[in-house]
């Protein structure tokens, strides 16, 4: 899953922490200022991921409107009809075209809001394939018990999970330790269970009842 991360230069340090954030769900994602080697030609290149990314993601901070950059990345991606996420750091509101998308807060002395960003992907029903499989594979990894709940709580939120997903997500929750190690997470997981039990295979199910008896 390709991410196009638009964002003033003034906010560099900002815009490499969430690509870290990105990085660590095995999300693609392009930083203009970061990727472009010196040499290469920039205008190029940036086309070319603009046309290659699944999500397009704008990073509203002080600066942003004053790039000549970020005004031609937002049209690009418009016109080649991607999927737009704003973001909008502390009060910088969406302005021109992006005004018509809802917009994600994020304070910047506080985590990035990755349950609320992949959340608006699901609700949306965009990158479904993508998206349902890179959650997935974060949750046999995952290395809190609050994250793991979070991301647990994210899927819940895909209505169009396949008995093989909702096995694969069972099959985590039990390999995991800080899934069920955790008082949040092995509630997050019995509502999950709870709800896609007739498409939990008998055997899953019952491995499932006995590690998740106790909550």
């Not at 950059?69 to 690009?76: A, C, F, K, L, R």
């Not at 190690?181 to 008998?202: E, L, Q, T, Y």
Request: hydrophobic letters at 40%; charged letters at 30%; glycine letters at 6%.
């Amino acid at each position: 899953m390709k991410v196009f991360l638009s964002y003033s230069h003034k906010k560099k340090k900002l815009a490499g922490e969430v690509k870290e954030v990105f990085k660590s769900f095995k999300l693609d994602c392009f930083l203009a200022h970061e990727d472009i080697a010196p040499t290469k030609e920039w205008e190029k290149t940036i086309l070319k991921e603009l046309r290659n990314c699944d999500v397009f993601v704008a990073l509203l901070t002080i600066g942003f409107d004053e790039s000549d950059w970020t005004h031609q990345e937002v049209g690009i991606a418009l016109g080649l009809n991607k999927v737009m996420v704003p973001i909008m750091v502390n009060k910088h509101v969406p302005v021109g075209f992006l005004k018509r998308y809802q917009a994600l807060r994020f304070d910047p002395n506080q985590r990035f809001p990755w349950e609320s960003f992949f959340g608006s992907l699901i609700e949306k029903k965009k990158c479904e394939g993508l998206l349902k499989d890179l959650l997935i594979d974060k949750l046999g990894t995952i290395g809190n018990y609050d994250d793991a709940a979070r991301l647990i709580d994210v899927i819940s939120q895909d209505k169009e999970l396949t008995k093989v997903d909702i096995a694969k997500v069972v099959g985590a929750a039990l390999a995991n330790d800080q899934i069920y190690g955790g008082r949040n997470p092995r509630r997050s997981m019995r509502a999950f269970v709870a709800s896609r039990r007739k498409n939990i295979a008998p055997k899953l199910y019952s491995a499932f009842k006995e590690e998740f008896a106790n909550a």
